[in-house]
């Protein structure tokens, strides 16, 4: 089992996307352990992307992910990181390919409604940033043996 940070962003938020948002993880049979409505102040802004501080887009990137809340969330499944990003589709909505949330909601590069982990590394390292381990609420979903075979 892998685990990814997924936050709804605040044009998620302020469009009222978030509930079809979720449930297309819901459908996917993918299981959501942790989940938080909060404001994402500058200085967690600047930890979270760390690796875009320096690039010319960051002060709209800051301004825009501080500007409403967001909903943060851990995600846990086989996989998971690339099969949400992958439900994700490309970074800019313009890209994206229809079915994926960002091609089927999205027109922005910057306003693409959903962050996700791009991997191992920054998986852990974001959850550490959005979550105290006491706020995981790890669970067995009742559904498991009809969403996938025992050794899968
Ligand atoms: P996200 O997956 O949250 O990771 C970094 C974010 O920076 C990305 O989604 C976009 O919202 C934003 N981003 C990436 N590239 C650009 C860009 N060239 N101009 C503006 N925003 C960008």
């Known amino acids: 089992m892998e685990r990814t940070l997924v936050l709804l962003k605040p044009d998620c938020v302020q469009r009222r996307l978030m509930g ?10 993918l299981n959501i352990i ?30 825009f992910i501080t500007g409403a809340p967001v909903m943060a969330m851990v995600i846990e499944g086989l996989e998971v990181i690339r099969v949400v990003r992958d439900i994700l589709g490309a970074t800019s909505g313009l890209k994206a390919a229809a079915g994926t949330i960002r091609g089927d909601f999205s027109s922005s590069r910057q306003m693409n409604l959903v962050h996700a982990s791009d991997g191992p590394e920054a998986s852990a390292r974001e959850i550490a940033l959005y979550f105290k381990p006491d706020e995981i609420c790890e669970y067995e979903p009742t559904l498991t043996p009809w969403l996938k075979a025992g050794d899968e």
């Open 20 to 29: 079809k948002i979720i449930s297309r993880f819901e459908d996917k049979g």
């Open 34 to 63: 942790a989940a938080k409505f909060m404001h994402v102040t500058p200085d967690l802004a600047k930890q979270h992307y760390a690796e875009h501080v320096e690039k010319p887009f960051y002060p709209g990137l800051e301004a």
